[in-house]
Structure formats: structure tokens, C-alpha cells
């Protein structure tokens, strides 16, 4: 059973920056699709970023959604199944709840991922 769980939010001044883990359990990293995804009040959910890691021959495939783009930076540590999503440069319109997931398929739609963690909240003011 795969297990997700979410640290590092919290509360920061606009241009800040804080980073976010996922640990996850139950499966291995490799051939599975990781990503971040958001949630504000009032919004719908919207994928930040995703990557997908291409074993020991193969480097990560990363993508962002363009809000994001040159601020956050997604990574995994395969070897102990935790993916980080570093923010950068955070804005007011950043906050949200941050869920991270997983999934086989490499996609900005929450729809095709399978397991989900409860969330950590940022908000940045």
C-alpha cells in the first residue's frame, strides 16, 4: 500500500523561499511518475510539476507549469523515496495546499495519478 506524506510548509514573506519533502512508502521509485500539485480556496487543483526518473541510464524528465518556471525546482532521492519541491521567489498567488503524487503516467492531469498525500499548506504573504 503506498503511503505519502507531506512536510514543510508554512508561512513566509513574499520572495522566500522554503522547500517541501514527500516521503513516500510501499513502492519503489523508479518507473514512477512523482508530481506536485496545488490547491487554493476557491480554485481548481493545478499541477506545478512532475518527474518522472529514468533509472541509472536515463536522466529525470522534469516539467513545470509555466507560473512556476524558473522558481520552483522538483527533485527525488530514489534511494530513500522522498521527492522535494524547492520554492523559490514565492508569491502571494503560491499559496495554496500542496499535495505531492504518483502515478504511472507522465501528467500535469491529478486525474492520472493513483496515490496522494494530505497536503502541506503554504501561504505566503
Known amino acids: 500500500h503506498v503511503q505519502l506524506v507531506e512536510s514543510g510548509g508554512g508561512s513566509i514573506q513574499t520572495g522566500g523561499s522554503l522547500t517541501l519533502s514527500c516521503s513516500a512508502s510501499?513502492?519503489?521509485?523508479?518507473?514512477?511518475?512523482m508530481g506536485w500539485f496545488r490547491q487554493a480556496p476557491g480554485k481548481e487543483r493545478e499541477g506545478v510539476t512532475i518527474?518522472?526518473?529514468?533509472?541509472?541510464?536515463?536522466?529525470?524528465?522534469?516539467m513545470y507549469a509555466d507560473s512556476v518556471k524558473g522558481r520552483f525546482t522538483i527533485s527525488r532521492d530514489n534511494t530513500k523515496n522522498l521527492l522535494y519541491l524547492q520554492m523559490n521567489s514565492l508569491k502571494p498567488e503560491d499559496s495554496a495546499m500542496y499535495y505531492c503524487a504518483t502515478g504511472r503516467l507522465l501528467s500535469f492531469s491529478g486525474d492520472d495519478y493513483d496515490y496522494w498525500g494530505q497536503g502541506t499548506q503554504v501561504t505566503v504573504s
Open positions: 510501499g513502492y519503489t521509485g523508479s518507473g514512477y511518475c
Open positions: 518527474i518522472l526518473s529514468g533509472g541509472h541510464t536515463s536522466g529525470d524528465i522534469k
